[in-house]
């Protein structure tokens, strides 16, 4: 096996890496859990470091790493491997020369991908930002994690089940769901793995970062994490959430509140009031729409009566009947048993 060939990462440990307790514990804590044949998955917020942790994991396991990162795009075969390009083999014999035979086969070309040879050599993959990945393409990683066994297509014409490497580890990392590009994962899945929910750090791990990274002493690196986390507390760092859904809050107890006035995270816009006079004061208001209510009351009861006096009214242009004092319908003459003499007489006339 040549390890170039399948491209995969030797990882060693970072000289400026923060060994602080509370990383350490996190790490010390992912690496029991992995050593003893569970996958870990790193959850929390943009920017704590869960690919920096699952990388220094990793390299504390001492085996070639295979990085994935989640796309959208992905499905199945780009995990476990697919039928890549053709191969074809001619055979032309001329050995007599007045006749020439040619034999000609093509064949499909099974290339396995990452996830495939990690199974079969025993490398560590770290899937970074796997709920980016469509929960349908993560349904083979099921069998993997569960029973050791990876279930190959049929197009792989050596062998249709392939078992998982004694060797073999895999760490998770994600981001809230309510983050954009981010597909809810199945909970078969989840179940098969153990969370870690990495949050924000306290303060003596971010002076740590700070001064190992920009090179500062320590007095100006904790200068600028306590300006930091003031802004953070005060919520004006956040931004509209990707999906119309509520952003998660800051780790500080105040986040979202902000000074009288701002608009930040959790808080609605002001809406100016409007100016004075615009309505007219209180009082006329109120008697221009008792006036208003007077009216229609006084309408609606004209309409009532009008609608009681005017029951049994014939049309314009239609005569009035003589005797009983029942009137003709719209539609045909009165019934005979309710004609009375004067109708008789004008029938006789």
């Not at 870990?40 to 790493?65: C, I, N, Q, W, Y």
């Not at 053709?86 to 000609?104: A, C, G, L, M």
């Not at 981010?182 to 078969?188: C, G, I, P, S």
């Not at 209510?293 to 239609?318: F, I, L, N, S, Y």
Request: hydrophobic fraction near 35%; charged fraction near 25%; glycine fraction near 12%.
């Amino acid at each position: 096996m040549n390890v170039e060939e399948l491209n995969v990462l030797s990882l060693r440990q970072k000289p400026d890496f923060v060994q602080t307790p509370c990383v350490r514990s996190l790490s010390e804590r992912a690496l029991c859990y992995v050593r003893a044949g569970y996958p870990v998955h790193f959850s929390g917020l943009a920017g704590t470091d869960k690919t920096t942790l699952a990388m220094h994991v990793a390299a504390e396991l001492g085996r070639p790493v295979v990085l994935i990162h989640g796309d959208d795009e992905f499905g199945s075969s780009d995990l476990v491997g697919g039928q890549l390009g053709y191969r074809s083999i001619r055979v032309v014999d001329n050995f007599i020369h007045s006749v020439v035979k040619t034999q000609e086969n093509v064949s499909k070309t099974w290339v396995d991908h990452r996830l495939t040879n990690s199974c079969k050599y025993g490398f560590t993959v770290i899937y970074d930002e796997f709920n980016r990945s469509r929960p349908e393409a993560n349904n083979v990683l099921l069998g993997v994690l569960e029973e050791r066994l990876l279930e190959l297509p049929a197009g792989r014409v050596r062998e249709r089940h392939l078992q998982v490497h004694p060797g073999f580890s895999i760490i998770f990392t994600s981001n809230p769901e309510e983050y954009a590009g981010v597909h809810k994962t199945q909970d078969a899945l989840l179940d098969r793995m153990i969370t870690v929910t990495v949050s924000q750090y306290h303060r003596e791990t971010e002076v740590g970062i700070i001064a190992a990274k920009s090179g500062l002493d320590a007095e100006d690196a904790a200068r600028i994490v306590d300006i930091v986390r003031d802004f953070r507390c005060l919520g004006i760092h956040q931004t509209k959430p990707t999906d119309g859904q509520a952003g998660r809050r800051s780790a500080c107890p105040d986040a979202g509140r902000g000074p009288p006035g701002a608009v930040g995270h959790g808080q609605r816009e002001a809406v100016a009031p409007p100016r004075a006079g615009a309505l007219g004061p209180p009082a006329r208001r109120d008697r221009g729409q008792a006036r208003r209510d007077r009216r229609e009351g006084a309408a609606a009861d004209g309409a009532g009566q009008r609608c009681r006096a005017g029951r049994g009214r014939v049309g314009d242009g239609r005569r009035r009947t003589v005797g009983s004092g029942r009137r003709r319908g719209d539609v045909g003459g009165p019934r005979p048993q309710d004609q009375g003499p004067g109708d008789l007489l004008l029938k006789g006339r």
